[in-house]
């Protein structure tokens, strides 16, 4: 089975400008999390989809949202980005259909921000 | 906020045991302990969870005190590739958000 794939893996950006970024869960997988890491906050929740539903979000604001498609697949979105949006963007899937649902995660996407 | 405390750093030699300890003092009944290791540039890996009763798998063991106010993970023969930062997460059963301490640096000396 093919691992949890994030596109793209290296993106830089300027300030004011939003970004786009994708995950391609574990196939049958139909959780997808997203988190932040940064050297100073460390590994945040960003929110999780399933079923192309919202159903939990962490402390963020507006400027990042994310979306998931009926094949499970997730984009997130930050707008008018700003420097310390600058970190590694890390997806997880899980089948979420049971108890201890395993949560894979993929290599992630760095994105600085100049 | 985390609910885990974790020594920031540790040593272990190779071929040597690698015991990694966590404090969940205000964990709750309906809480697993969960543990991931995160190896430089790459995403978290999971690696074992329990409830109350010890556990076993290919990759370490997981050791929970009676109170279940403290957990320890162990990697019985540490390898140069076992070098990561580990993570001890209590997680209700079927939630899907994890909450990440700072976790331990683990240095697996030759």
């Known amino acids: 089975k093919a691992g949890v794939t994030q596109t793209p893996r290296y993106l830089i950006k300027t300030r004011g400008q939003q970004v786009t970024l994708s995950c391609s869960p574990i196939?049958?997988?139909?959780?997808v999390s997203w988190y932040q890491q940064t050297p100073g906050q460390g590994l945040q929740f960003l929110f999780e989809?399933?079923?192309?539903?919202?159903?939990n979000k962490g402390n963020f604001p507006g400027r990042f949202s994310g979306r998931q498609f009926s094949n499970s697949r997730s984009e997130m979105n930050v707008s008018t980005l700003e420097l310390g949006d600058s970190a590694l963007y890390l997806c997880?899937?899980?089948?979420?259909?049971?108890?201890?649902?395993?949560?894979?995660f993929g290599p992630g996407t760095r994105l600085t921000v100049l | 906020d985390a609910k885990t405390t974790q020594p920031p750093s540790m040593d272990c030699a190779e071929g040597r045991a690698a015991n990694l300890p966590c404090n969940h003092s205000?964990?709750?009944?309906?809480?697993?302990v969960y543990w991931y290791r995160q190896i430089h540039s790459q995403g978290p890996q999971y690696i074992i969870h329990?409830?109350?009763n010890n556990e076993t798998n290919e990759m370490a063991s997981l050791i929970i005190t009676e109170d279940r106010k403290s957990s320890t993970l162990i990697l019985p023969h540490a390898t140069l590739r076992d070098t990561a930062v580990y993570y001890c997460?209590?997680?209700?059963?079927?939630?899907?958000?994890?909450?990440f301490g700072q976790g331990t640096r683990l240095t697996i000396n030759p």
């Open positions: 989809y399933f079923s192309e539903t919202q159903r």
């Open positions: 196939s049958g997988h139909r959780s």
């Open positions: 329990g409830l109350k």
């Open positions: 997880a899937s899980s089948s979420a259909g049971g108890s201890h649902n395993e949560q894979f």
């Open positions: 205000t964990i709750s009944g309906n809480e697993y």
């Open positions: 997460i209590v997680r209700v059963q079927g939630a899907q958000k994890l909450v």
